[in-house]
C-alpha cells in the first residue's frame, strides 16, 4: 500500500514552454502532498504544499507564479512549470502524506533546452 | 549552520562490511526521525522510522538514536552490492508535517 506515482517520468522541452507533472495516490486519499526539487547530488529541497481544496503554501524563495501547484482532488496534485528555463532543468519528487508518514514518487526529471 | 548535517561522502566499502551513516541535528524540536534510501534517478523509499531514544532493528538495517547528543546513525550490516545508493536521513518535529533532510550520503559497495 501507499504507492505515489509521478507522469511523466521524464521531460525535455523548449525554453519558454510550460510543463505540467501530475502526482497521483494510488492506493489511498491524500489531502497533503508535497513538492521537491532535487539537484544532482544534492538533497532534496521543498518547493510547495499542497493541501486539497486549497492554495499551496511555498517555501520562501519559490515563486507561486512559475511553479502553479493544483490539488484539486485527493488522490491528485499537479505542479505546472510555467515558462521553462533551462536553469528550471531538474527532478522533481512528489510526496503524499499518509498516515504521518510521507510516501514518494518516483520522480521526474525535467530537461528545458 | 544547517539544521541538519550529514556528511556526503562518497562512502566505498567491501561487500560484506559494516556500514555507519550518521547525521547530526541542531533542532531540540525534532522527534520524528527517518532514514531514506535513493537509488539513482529514483524516488526516496523509505528504510526506518523511529520515535524514540535508542534502537530500532529492521533485517540488516538498525537505526539508532540519541536524542541527547542529538546523532542518529544508521548501521547496514553484511552490506550488499545491491545496497549502493545514496541514504538520506530526514526529521521532523512533533505535530509538523514537512521533513528536513540532511543532504545524503552516497554508498557503493564493492563486490
Known amino acids: 500500500g501507499a504507492v505515489v506515482s509521478q507522469h511523466p517520468s521524464w521531460v525535455i522541452c523548449k525554453s519558454g514552454t510550460s510543463v505540467k507533472i501530475e502526482c497521483r495516490s494510488l492506493?489511498?486519499?491524500?489531502?497533503?502532498m508535497f513538492w521537491y526539487r532535487q539537484f544532482p547530488k544534492q538533497s532534496l529541497m521543498l518547493m510547495a504544499t499542497s493541501n486539497e481544496g486549497s492554495k499551496a503554501t511555498y517555501e520562501q524563495g519559490v515563486e507561486k507564479d512559475k511553479f502553479l501547484i493544483n490539488h484539486a482532488s485527493l488522490t491528485l496534485s499537479t505542479l505546472t512549470v510555467t515558462s521553462a528555463h533551462p536553469e528550471d532543468s531538474s527532478f522533481y519528487i512528489c510526496?503524499?502524506?499518509?498516515?504521518?508518514?510521507?510516501?514518494f514518487g518516483p520522480g521526474t526529471r525535467l530537461t528545458v533546452l | 549552520q544547517k539544521e541538519v548535517e550529514q556528511d556526503p561522502g562518497p562512502l566505498s566499502v567491501p561487500e560484506g562490511a559494516i556500514v555507519s551513516l550518521n547525521c547530526t541535528y541542531s533542532?531540540?524540536?525534532?522527534?520524528?526521525f527517518m532514514w531514506y534510501r535513493q537509488y539513482s534517478r529514483k524516488g526516496p523509499e523509505l528504510l526506518m522510522y523511529t520515535y524514540s531514544s535508542g534502537n530500532k532493528e529492521d533485517g540488516r538495517f538498525t537505526a539508532q538514536v540519541d536524542k541527547s547528543s542529538k546523532y542518529i546513525s544508521l548501521f547496514i550490516r553484511d552490506s550488499q552490492p545491491s545496497d549502493s545508493a545514496t541514504y538520506l536521513c530526514?526529521?521532523?518535529?512533533?505535530?509538523?508535517?514537512?521533513?528536513?533532510f540532511g543532504q545524503g550520503t552516497r554508498l557503493t559497495i564493492n563486490p
Open positions: 510526496s503524499a502524506l499518509a498516515r504521518n508518514e510521507q510516501f
Open positions: 533542532n531540540s524540536a525534532f522527534q520524528y
Open positions: 492506493d489511498f486519499q491524500a489531502t497533503t
Open positions: 530526514a526529521m521532523k518535529a512533533q505535530g509538523a508535517q514537512k521533513l528536513v
